[in-house]
């Protein structure tokens, strides 16, 4: 039944899509420009923005919902789906130049967008025009509400905070040129907040307090001072969006590609991930000196020929193929013991998080324009021990 109803949220929102997408192509053509213009920037849209997992954009219209305590009417909700598919907008902008900057192959299931043929380096303006859809779109759909310009700084400031942690991510782990002096758990945790907890879940969180009219301070009875709302939710989703970026590193040392759906590559990518670092901070010299012998190294060859044989088969496809270097990075993190700190870890944050939740005021029963422990209930219950 919870399948079902997630399938046809989702199909909802994407139906929402065609008509987002059909404006901007609209718009597009009356500012004259050619037929095939229109058709690139079609194809841009369509190749680049709807084909994800669509949680950060669907989590606004979830937000919106729990915050008003019913279902949205249909005009309501196409203004949140219009910030919802902004976050995805969003998205699809940090994607494409980020493949483009680590000379990326896939997404997604399916080339980069600047691999797809005559796209090459055009994709760095397809990627900023995809940024400044976000922005034609607002102005359209928000520019008579008294919380506008609180939308555009909104985008604007996790774009610049997103665009830092891209920034330290890229100079910490350039994938040929390898120094483990440079990792460690607070650069880790830095490069995570910056680069993916401020957009992937502050972000649609606060779009939708925007557009349900929250403060951004109240008082209430039961509480001896001003609760600062926006503030209480980022205090919350910014750790929130640590914890799953850190499954996503665990994940990809100790999930198979059966089960995460991919071939973990952030040992061989040279990767800034939490597993390095805790082991970094965990190692023996012996083991040290096997990190950063083995840490970033490529497949040889030979090799790489073997894993396209196994990829062949059934087993390849299941379990993926390990080059030495990999393995013994493997063997380390094994030795460290990483899968009993993960599992303390994740148990850790998961109680500090509920009781960060459990502290929230609600105010009293029903009452509108104020914060709800729902909210963060849900996103930490898709979260909490997930296995892809």
């Known amino acids: 039944m919870a399948s079902t109803d997630k399938a046809a949220r989702r199909a909802k929102f994407e139906g929402a899509w065609n ?19 229109q058709e690139w920037y079609s194809r841009n849209l369509d190749y680049n923005v709807p084909g994800g997992k669509l949680n950060r954009g669907m989590s606004v219209i979830d937000t919106a919902e729990i915050l008003l305590g019913r279902k949205l009417s249909d005009e309501e909700y196409l203004q949140a789906a219009v910030l919802g598919w902004g976050v995805e907008m969003l998205q699809a902008f940090f994607l494409v130049s ?51 310009v609180d939308l555009i700084e909104l985008f604007h400031e996790v774009t610049y905070q ?17 120094d483990l002096n440079r990792f460690s758990l ?34 209430l009875p039961s509480s001896p001072k ?22 996503d590193d665990f ?43 083995n840490y970033g190294v490529k497949p040889t060859e030979e090799e790489k020929e073997i894993a396209k044989k196994m990829a062949a088969g059934k087993n390849g496809e299941e379990q993926g193929y390990l080059g030495e270097a990999e393995k013994r990075v493997k063997k380390v993190f094994e030795e460290i013991g990483l899968r009993e ?3 303390k870890y ?25 914060l709800k422990k729902q909210i963060f209930i849900s996103f930490l219950g898709k979260i909490y021990r997930r296995q892809k």
């Open 98 to 148: 980020d493949d483009l900057m680590d000379s990326s192959i896939t997404r997604r299931g399916q080339p980069c967008w600047y691999r797809v043929p005559k796209i090459g380096f055009i994709a760095m303006n397809d990627s900023f025009m995809l940024e400044a859809a976000i922005y034609h779109l607002l102005k359209v759909h928000f520019k008579k509400e008294p919380y506008y």
């Open 346 to 370: 994740e148990e850790g944050v998961f109680q500090k998080l509920n009781e960060m939740i459990d502290n929230i005021d609600e105010g009293a029963q029903g009452q509108q324009g104020v």
């Open 226 to 247: 001003p609760i600062e709302p926006y503030e209480v939710a980022k205090e919350i989703l910014i750790p929130l969006g640590e914890y799953f970026q850190v499954q």
């Open 19 to 37: 008509a987002i997408r059909d404006e901007l192509l609209t718009h597009f053509k009356s500012c004259g420009m050619p037929q095939e213009a």
């Open 186 to 219: 607070k650069k880790h945790s830095l490069i995570v907040i910056y680069k993916t907890a401020f957009y992937s879940f502050y972000l649609p969180v606060a779009l939708a307090m925007l557009f349900c009219r929250v403060p951004t301070s109240y008082s």
């Open 162 to 178: 997103t665009e830092m942690g891209q920034l330290i991510d890229l100079i910490t782990a350039p994938e040929n040129d390898i």
């Open 251 to 293: 994940l990809d040392f100790s999930g198979v590609p059966a089960q995460i759906g991919k071939v973990g590559t952030d040992i061989v990518d040279n990767k800034c991930s939490w597993c390095i670092n805790t082991a970094l901070a965990y190692a023996t010299p012996a083991q040290r000196k096997i990190l950063d012998e």
């Open 341 to 343: 700190k993960y599992t």
